[in-house]
């Protein structure tokens, strides 16, 4: 029910890029506004970046606005987070997430309101 599987994490330098990809089974994605989390070791489950249903709205975390890009391909059911200039910072586990609420909602940057959750993707930058 709702599957999301992440997928496109790795290891990569300090500068480097990656692009996280989140494919959906089950139910088509242009229902939902979509998230990406992430956790580090020993830390909470925090924000990075959410996209409204269509695709024309974002938001991110500071510390990721302007090296992070989130987009979706609704036709072929996929969320996308490109990361450039990565940090050692940027460590984390990454998560997609599903939020159901209406359209008209205010997109979310918290975990509770999401209702699908993927089982994330390692991402490891070095220095």
């Known amino acids: 029910q709702g599957q999301l599987v992440e997928s496109g994490g790795g290891l990569v330098q300090t500068g480097g890029s990656l692009r996280l990809s989140c494919a959906a089974s089950?139910?088509?994605?242009?229902?939902?506004?979509m998230a990406w989390f992430r956790q580090a070791p020993g830390r909470e489950r925090e924000f990075v970046s959410v996209?409204?249903?269509?695709?024309?709205?974002?938001n991110y975390t500071d510390s990721v606005r302007g090296r992070f890009t989130i987009s979706r391909d609704n036709a072929n059911n996929m969320v996308y987070l490109q990361m450039n200039s990565m940090r050692p910072d940027d460590t984390a586990v990454y998560y997609c997430a599903a939020d159901l609420r209406p359209p008209w909602s205010v997109m979310s940057t918290r975990p509770r309101d999401y209702d699908f959750w993927g089982k994330g993707t390692p991402v490891t930058v070095s220095s």
């Open positions: 089950a139910r088509p994605l242009s229902n939902y506004f």
């Open positions: 996209i409204n249903r269509e695709g024309t709205k974002t």
